[in-house]
Structures are given as C-alpha cells and as structure tokens.
C-alpha cells in the first residue's frame, strides 16, 4: 500500500503561482512514477503531469505545457508540482496518485490516489 497525502492548494489569482505538495508513505516510494491529476466540477478527472521513478522523464498535458513543472524528492518521500501563470480554468481539485509505470495518462493506470487538495483561480 502506498498512501499518498497532498497540500498546497488555495485561492490565487490569475497569474499567480502554487506548488503543491504530495508526500507518500507505506510502500517504496521511489519504484512508482508518481501522477498528478485534476477534476472541475461537472467534469472528468483529467491527466496533468506525470514523472518517472528516478526523476529523468516527465510528460505534461497540452493544456498546462509551459506552465507547470512536476518533481521529486525521493529522500522526503514528496512529488510536486510547481503552477506558474495559472488561469482560472486551471481551478480544479489536484490530486496525486501512483503507478508502476511510467507514462501513463489514463485514471485506471493508477494504483494509489491521495485524497485531493482545492486549486481555485480567480480572475
């Protein structure tokens, strides 16, 4: 089991920045990529970032390129994941979850979910 717990989420306004924070514990930490994922109301839960095991490939969604920067630090057992320029259709609520994979942008891919923290952009 890895249980995954994410922070950093709040209020900003467009333009601003937020790093969100997800710290894992339980299993290895640093044999899963790690993903972040969002949901706005009313929507489906859409892929963001996600990172390998060792840090050395990332892969981002269109929508965020540019923007957002995904990272590890495996000796905390915290992915994160950095929001420059954000807009408000960023506004979501951001969760990280775990893979034995690589590279995957699909929910079911992932084997552990953390229980989401609220990203709100006002314009």
């Known amino acids: 089991q890895v249980q995954l717990v994410e922070s950093g989420g709040g209020l900003v306004q467009a333009g601003g920045s937020l790093r969100l924070s997800c710290a894992a514990s339980?299993?290895?930490?640093?044999?899963?990529?790690m993903g972040w994922f969002r949901q706005a109301p009313g929507k489906e839960r859409e892929f963001v970032a996600v990172?390998?095991?060792?840090?050395?490939?990332?892969k981002y969604a269109d929508s965020v390129k540019g923007r957002f920067t995904i990272s590890r630090d495996n000796a905390k057992n915290t992915v994160y994941l950095q929001m420059n320029s954000l807009k408000p259709e960023d506004t979501a609520a951001y969760y990280c979850?775990?893979?034995?994979?690589?590279?995957?942008?699909?929910?079911?891919?992932?084997?552990?979910w953390g229980q989401g923290t609220q990203v709100t952009v006002s314009s």
């Open positions: 339980g299993r290895i930490f640093s044999r899963y990529s």
């Open positions: 979850a775990a893979t034995v994979s690589y590279g995957y942008t699909q929910n079911s891919h992932y084997d552990y």
């Open positions: 990172i390998s095991w060792r840090g050395d490939r990332t």
